[in-house]
């Protein structure tokens, strides 16, 4: 994580499918809807997205074998997804957000800001490629106050994704009820 390619190589996949949403509104005269078929792959690619970013980083940490490639490596990659995806996500939203999908969205934002805190808290510790804090010897008092820190983002972090989830299905069930399957 010494370098920002994960956040060079997002904002490249999100100029690119931006620049492919403005053809679309060009072409079609008009926002694409949530429920059309260009705005639901929006919805379904950004969601599954958000879950790799939701899931894949926090399996790699756990699994602890060198194994499954390197820490800082899924942790570039958790970026990278936890960025594009909510960007294909809004794009998806056709800028409208009432009730519960509003919320959601809100809750999405929420996340990404949030990362980006927990990206430069985490980058202040000085770490091997997998992910193993070093230099605890070298400046333990400094170590110890952003250690802290790092635990007080996750106790934040952490929940917020739960709420965005569990609100993100009811939207899906309900939005594919409704909006789908009663079309
Ligand atoms: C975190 C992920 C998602 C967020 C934040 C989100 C957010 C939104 C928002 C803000 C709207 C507009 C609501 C309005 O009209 O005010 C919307 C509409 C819609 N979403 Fe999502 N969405 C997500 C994922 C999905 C997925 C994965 C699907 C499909 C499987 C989906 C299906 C729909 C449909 C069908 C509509 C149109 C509803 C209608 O026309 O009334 N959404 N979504
Ligand atoms: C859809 C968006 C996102 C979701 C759902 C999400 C979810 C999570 C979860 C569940 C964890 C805890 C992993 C664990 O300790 O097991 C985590 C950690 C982390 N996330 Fe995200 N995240 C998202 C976006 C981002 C973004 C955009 C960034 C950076 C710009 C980011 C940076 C981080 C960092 C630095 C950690 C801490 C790594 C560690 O302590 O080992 N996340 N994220």
Same mark, same amino acid.
């Given at each position: 994580m010494r370098n920002n390619y994960e956040l060079w190589l997002a904002f490249i996949a999100c100029s690119i499918i931006g620049g492919i949403y403005g053809a679309v509104v060009f072409l079609t005269r008009g926002i694409p809807p949530a429920s059309d078929l260009f705005g639901h792959a929006l919805g379904i690619f950004g969601f599954i997205m958000m879950i790799m970013t939701e899931l894949l980083y926090s399996l790699r940490k756990r699994s602890r074998s060198? &194994?499954?490639?390197? %820490?800082?490596?899924?942790?570039?990659?958790?970026? /990278?997804t936890g960025l594009v995806g909510p960007f294909m996500v809004l794009l998806h939203t056709?800028?409208?957000?009432? !009730?519960?999908? !509003?919320? @959601? @969205?809100? /809750? @999405?934002?929420?996340?990404?800001?949030? !990362?980006?805190? !927990?990206? =430069?808290? =985490?980058? &202040?510790? *000085?770490?091997?490629?997998?992910g193993l804090e070093v230099g605890a010897i070298v400046s333990p008092e400094m170590i110890a106050r952003?250690? &802290?820190? %790092?635990?007080?983002?996750? @106790?934040?972090?952490? *929940?917020?994704? %739960?709420?965005?989830?569990?609100?993100?299905?009811?939207?899906i069930g309900a939005a594919l009820y409704y909006a789908t399957l009663l079309r």
């Open positions: 060198a &194994r499954w490639g390197r %820490m800082s490596a899924w942790l570039q990659f958790h970026i /990278f056709s800028w409208k957000f009432n !009730g519960l999908a !509003g919320v @959601t @969205t809100l /809750f @999405t934002v929420v996340i990404v800001l949030s !990362g980006f805190i !927990g990206r =430069y808290i =985490y980058t &202040r510790i *000085p770490r091997t490629a997998d952003t250690r &802290r820190l %790092m635990a007080l983002w996750h @106790t934040i972090h952490i *929940p917020i994704g %739960m709420a965005l989830f569990t609100a993100a299905f009811i939207h």
